[in-house]
């Protein structure tokens, strides 16, 4: 979700600040539960809502917003299965399985209006057009014509979805896609209606009466920089199995609050530092996790250092992740070379996707050779960018004395942006390293490995590669798993191993402390970050 790179582990380690006036619920001890019986989940983040566009949204904070105030086809259960949501039961197939035709349920606007099939072409059509500017036009290249129209070959009226009547809806793909159902769960795949949208113009979604929902919860309220809160829809067609009242969240960036709200019962969930694991890791409320994000470094392939192979194979070979892991975030997160998470694709028999991989490995006599191949031994300063949060500036720093100790005649300069301007400089090529994670969209290793094809919106890395654009392309098409996935593998090999083009160096876990009496605030593997609907206080 980000990007969904941006933050989605910043979410979970970073917390909270300042009691906001507007959002504020009071202090009740056990959680959740204001002196007037709501049940309301108070929770925070560290970055403020960037947009609730679903064409736009490219950040974990844009989709969980989306997620619980939209609804596709479907939605995803607590396990993370895609399950029918505006799409009433399973689709009907044609034989070659290129053809949906899905049966909408009655479900309604927060306006009252209908929800039809004419608002998901609307939405899919928008989405690919050329002109919203969507950099997760992408995501829909699977729907027939969806690529060539984004890239201007095509008019938007060609792509593959067409309302047959107001309820029926029929989705014609490239070819066949077995992630197509999981796909549209995400934020990118749900409606909107056409009128409002039209009739609010420019303003469309910037502000919550510029919006109309169709999901769980509303977006009610939002001080900006401060925090926002969402309310139950009475509208939505399954309100009676939301359990939520509200949802608050703050947002804050100063993580010496957080344990103090939490113990105060200001907040119901806190995540804590490697500071605070030691203290609280006998704490009833106290828990632990492995995501699926991954924390990587970016290379900005047209700077003049990175263009070079060597120099960004140079850096990867420099740093231990130890240090990261055990030191800096001491909370379940494990190191990785690869771009896929662990236990998130398994072939036919079970194996995982990452079993025996190993892309590179720390060398710092290798990494010493390399540079001074790359630079020819001349003195060079880069710059490192990171979020302005206190774990990415101390994740920061150790990149740097990592990098400056094992790297000759080299200095790091760290540029810690907020986050709307880290977006800014990485889609503007404005960097030369870069500091982010990325969560999974959706079940396939297309989700993460995609965003690196030459044409990509999401390839701030400006990483061209016309045989990795191949491979990728190849094991799209595959529709016999266990061969798809060694494809998939193989373009991995060619990213990582062969061409440096990232480096990753862990998958996130979370240590947190969150009430007993909230039920269900599961994190889910890919897609939106959390599914507020599913959530309940007793």
Request: aromatic residues 10%.
């Amino acid at each position: 979700m980000k990007k969904k790179s941006i933050l989605l582990m910043m979410t979970l380690i970073l917390a909270l600040g300042s009691v906001l006036a507007a959002c504020s619920t009071g202090g009740d001890s056990d959680g959740g539960s204001s002196s007037n019986g709501e049940k309301i989940l108070r929770l925070t983040d560290t970055s403020d809502i960037t947009t609730a566009d679903p064409a736009l949204a490219t950040d974990a904070v844009a989709f969980n917003l989306i997620a619980n105030t939209m609804e596709g086809l479907y939605r995803l259960d607590q396990d993370g299965k895609a399950v029918p949501a505006i799409a009433e039961g399973e689709p009907e197939v044609n034989e070659d399985e290129t053809v949906y035709t899905f049966t909408l349920r009655d479900a309604n606007w927060s306006n009252g209006e209908p929800v039809t099939a004419n608002d998901f072409v609307y939405a899919w059509q928008r989405a690919v057009d050329p002109e919203t500017g969507s950099q997760y036009a992408y995501i829909m290249n699977t729907v027939k014509n969806a690529e060539a129209i984004n890239t201007g070959k095509m008019p938007k009226e060609d792509l593959g979805v067409k309302a047959i009547d107001e309820k029926t809806l029929e989705v014609t793909l490239e070819r066949p896609d077995p992630s197509f159902i999981s796909l549209t769960s995400f934020g990118t795949f749900t409606p909107i209606n056409e009128a409002f949208a039209t009739e609010k113009g420019a303003d469309f979604s910037t502000t919550p009466e510029n919006h109309l929902y169709n999901g769980p919860f509303t977006w009610a309220e939002w001080d900006r920089e401060q925090g926002y809160v969402l309310a139950k829809n009475d509208t939505y067609w399954d309100a009676e199995n939301v359990a939520l009242d509200k949802v608050d969240v703050r947002v804050v960036k100063d993580t010496s609050t957080v344990v103090n709200l939490y113990e105060a019962g200001e907040v119901d969930y806190a995540g804590l530092s490697s500071e605070q694991v030691a203290a609280f890791q006998e704490n009833d409320d106290y828990n632990t996790g492995l995501r699926s994000s991954v924390g990587y470094f970016k290379f900005n392939h047209e700077d003049e250092i990175f263009a070079d192979v060597n120099a960004r194979k140079a850096v990867a070979r420099a740093v231990d992740p130890a240090g990261i892991i055990d030191q800096l975030l001491n909370n379940g997160s494990i190191a990785t070379t690869s771009f896929i998470p662990k236990e998130f694709i398994k072939y036919e028999d079970g194996t995982d996707y990452t079993e025996g991989v190993t892309h590179f490995e720390t060398n710092a006599d290798e990494a010493s050779s390399l540079w001074e191949e790359a630079t020819g031994g001349k003195a060079v300063t880069i710059e490192l960018l990171s979020f302005d949060s206190e774990v990415s500036k101390q994740i920061s720093e150790y990149m740097k004395g990592q990098i400056e100790s094992n790297l000759p005649n080299v200095t790091v300069k760290i540029s810690q942006q907020p986050f709307n301007n880290k977006l800014e400089l990485e889609a503007k090529g404005e960097y030369q390293m870069s500091f982010a994670l990325w969560g999974p969209d959706y079940q396939d290793p297309l989700t993460n490995l995609g965003i690196f094809t030459s044409d990509n919106g999401q390839n701030d890395i400006n990483y061209k590669s016309a045989a990795y654009d191949k491979l990728i392309d190849e094991a799209s098409a595959e529709t016999a798993i266990d061969a798809r996935y060694d494809k998939f593998k193989e373009a991995e090999t060619l990213l990582i191993e062969q061409d440096q083009a990232i480096m990753p160096i862990y998958q996130a876990g979370v240590a947190y402390l969150l009430r007993p009496n909230v039920k269900n605030f599961n994190r889910q593997l890919f897609g939106a970050d959390y599914q507020y609907k599913y959530v309940d206080i007793n």
